[in-house]
C-alpha cells in the first residue's frame, strides 16, 4: 500500500510497520489543533453569545479556557471541567437554533485556522482509498458541519442527550481519552476497517490510546511530553503550520454526512479546490 506522500515541510519519522491482514484503510483525525489551529467549541462562543445562548461571562470563561490551549497547558482536569461546564452551559438550549448558529458561522470562525497541511493529507488519504474519519471531543453540532466541509466519511464527536428539541444537559457519548479508541474500534467493526493498516493523526497526551489503535500513528505539532511519547511509541512526527481558506478547500457532502451537509450549505466543492492546486 502507497504511503501518503511526505510534505517537504511537515517533519517526518519513521512510520512504524503494521501487521495483519490487509483490508479497508480509514484515516482518523483529531480535530482541534490537528486539523484545526483552535479549539472548535471555544471559537463559537461568540456566535452562541450574539445568539443570547450564554453570557459574557461564559465568552470569558471560554476565552480563558482557549488560552490555555492554545498554549497548551490545559491538563486533562481542567479539559474535564470545561466540558461538564459547556454541558451544563447547554442545558435547555433549542438544538435547531445551535445548528442554525454553527451553519451561519461555520466558514467565518473556522476558515483561518485549518492547517493546508491536513487538507492535502486528507485529499491523499482519499486518492487513495482510504475513509477519512474525523474523532473530536467537541460536540457533534460543532464538527459535522466542519466534518462535511472537509469531506470526511464519518464522524466521532461528544454527543448530548436532546428531549423536545433541547438539550438535557446530560450527555450520552464523551469522545476523549478511552473512549476515542473504543470508538475507533467499533467503526472498524462496522465498515470492516483494517486498524492496524489504518492511520491515526492527533496532537494531544490525552489521544494517546487513539493513537496506539492504528497501525500508523503521527503526533501533530507535538509538545515536549507527546514528543517523548511519539519517540517511545515510534510515531512519526507532523508539522503543520500553513492555514487555508475552506471556501475553496472543500470537497461535496458524503452520503454519510448529508443531513451535516445541509448546515453547511454554500461550501463550495472539494474538486474545485484541486483543480486550483494543479494550475
Do not use: C
Not at 85 to 103: C, F, M, N, P, R
Not at 166 to 174: A, E, K, L, M, P
Amino acid at each position: 500500500m502507497t504511503e501518503p506522500t511526505p510534505d517537504p515541510d511537515r517533519e517526518t519519522h519513521a512510520d512504524p510497520a503494521a501487521g495483519g491482514t490487509p483490508g479497508r484503510v480509514a484515516a482518523f483525525f483529531d480535530l482541534d489543533k490537528t486539523i484545526i489551529a483552535t479549539s472548535a467549541s471555544a471559537a463559537f462562543s461568540k456566535p452562541f453569545y450574539r445568539g443570547g445562548l450564554v453570557t459574557r461571562g461564559d465568552v470569558l470563561r471560554s476565552a480563558y479556557a482557549h488560552f490555555l490551549f492554545a498554549l497548551g497547558s490545559a491538563d486533562a482536569d481542567q479539559t474535564e471541567r470545561m466540558r461538564k461546564h459547556l454541558s451544563e452551559l447547554a442545558t435547555g438550549w433549542d438544538v435547531s437554533k445551535v445548528q442554525q448558529i454553527v451553519a451561519e458561522t461555520v466558514h467565518e470562525l473556522i476558515d483561518p485556522y485549518v492547517y493546508a497541511e491536513a487538507v492535502s493529507l486528507i485529499a491523499e488519504h482519499h486518492d487513495l482509498g482510504h475513509d477519512v474519519v474525523i474523532v473530536s471531543a467537541s460536540g457533534a453540532e460543532l464538527v459535522e458541519p466542519i466534518a462535511t466541509v472537509l469531506g470526511a466519511d464519518h464522524v466521532v464527536a461528544t454527543r448530548m442527550a436532546v428531549e423536545d428539541g433541547r438539550y438535557t444537559g446530560q450527555i450520552d457519548f464523551y469522545a476523549y481519552g478511552e473512549n476515542k479508541a473504543a470508538a475507533m474500534r467499533e467503526l472498524a467493526a462496522e465498515h470492516g476497517y483494517d486498524l492496524a493498516q489504518s492511520y491515526a493523526y492527533t496532537d494531544s497526551v490525552t489521544d494517546a490510546p487513539m493513537l496506539r489503535a492504528a497501525g500508523h500513528a503521527f503526533a501533530v505539532n507535538p509538545d515536549r511530553t507527546m514528543r517523548r511519547l511519539a519517540a517511545e511509541h515510534g510515531w512519526g512526527v507532523l508539522t503543520f503550520t500553513r492555514p487555508v481558506a475552506l471556501r475553496v478547500a472543500v470537497r461535496p457532502p458524503t452520503p454519510v454526512l448529508a443531513a451535516a451537509g445541509a448546515l453547511a450549505a454554500g461550501a463550495v466543492g472539494w474538486a474545485a479546490w484541486r483543480l486550483l492546486r494543479r494550475r
